[in-house]
């Protein structure tokens, strides 16, 4: 069965240094990967997807993310965070070979310090 | 377009009462999907719909029950409401597997079961 990790609950960074959000995920065929942003009292907001291609995946408000098939890994990153990034954050991840099923990980708080 | 509707906004039940949240799309989306959200948990599927006429059990079925009206809408029913099943209800809609997977999601139902 598919899975994904976010291994840290909470992660606080200083307003303009570089972020990194955590994520690992398991699937039997190719993983189709996704980050969602949630804002308080909100749905959530597509941020960005890995489906093939280039490892390194660019999306909405200057995140990107890495794609790392050894270490089953799709860390969201980015070089200079702003207050205004403080939100929870989703990883997400589709079995590629499997039907449409789509599996979300418990979330990452981000605190960005001003 | 509206994108994905959600109602009722919030609702409180008693512990054994019947309610069904209503999810619709206007954006001739082929797949939807039902998440609850509770805090530590992140979005746990609890069912989906890969095209009109079918269902799928996601993580947490139990308890639940759903509905795909037509293309549209697709219903949760609770038949005999818990207090566990006090969450946040979020519904979400796609275009189909041949896309870019991408989801959408509606505003939310808070659910209070006393």
């Known amino acids: 069965a598919q899975s994904v990790a976010q291994p840290e609950d909470q992660v606080n960074v200083a307003e303009g240094n570089p972020l990194t959000v955590k994520c690992t995920y398991s699937v039997s065929g190719n993983p189709y990967l996704f980050w969602y942003v949630q804002y308080p009292n909100r749905g959530l907001q597509f941020l960005l997807k890995?489906?093939?291609?280039?490892?390194l995946v660019k999306g909405s408000y200057g995140f990107e993310a890495e794609f790392n098939k050894s270490q089953t890994s799709f860390h969201l990153k980015k070089p200079s965070a702003l207050v205004s990034d403080s939100a929870l954050y989703f990883c997400?991840?589709?079995?590629?070979?499997?039907?449409?099923?789509?599996?979300f990980g418990k979330g990452t708080r981000l605190h960005i310090l001003p | 377009n509206a994108g994905v509707t959600q109602t009722p906004k919030f609702q409180v039940l008693k512990t054994g009462q019947s309610m069904t949240l209503q999810c619709a799309q206007d954006?001739?989306?082929?797949?939807m999907y039902w998440y609850r959200q509770d805090p530590g948990m992140g979005l746990r599927l609890i069912y989906y719909?890969?095209?009109?006429?079918?269902?799928d059990k996601g993580e947490v079925p139990n308890g639940y029950n759903v509905s795909r009206l037509n293309k549209r809408e697709f219903s949760l029913r609770l038949e005999s409401a818990a207090p566990s099943q006090t969450s946040v209800y979020f519904c979400a809609s796609k275009f189909g597997r041949m896309d870019t997977d991408t989801q959408y999601f509606g505003p939310g139902t808070r659910l209070t079961v006393l």
């Open positions: 954006m001739n989306h082929n797949s």
């Open positions: 719909s890969a095209s009109e006429g079918t269902t």
């Open positions: 890995y489906i093939t291609g280039d490892n």
């Open positions: 997400a991840v589709r079995d590629g070979y499997r039907d449409d099923k789509i599996i």
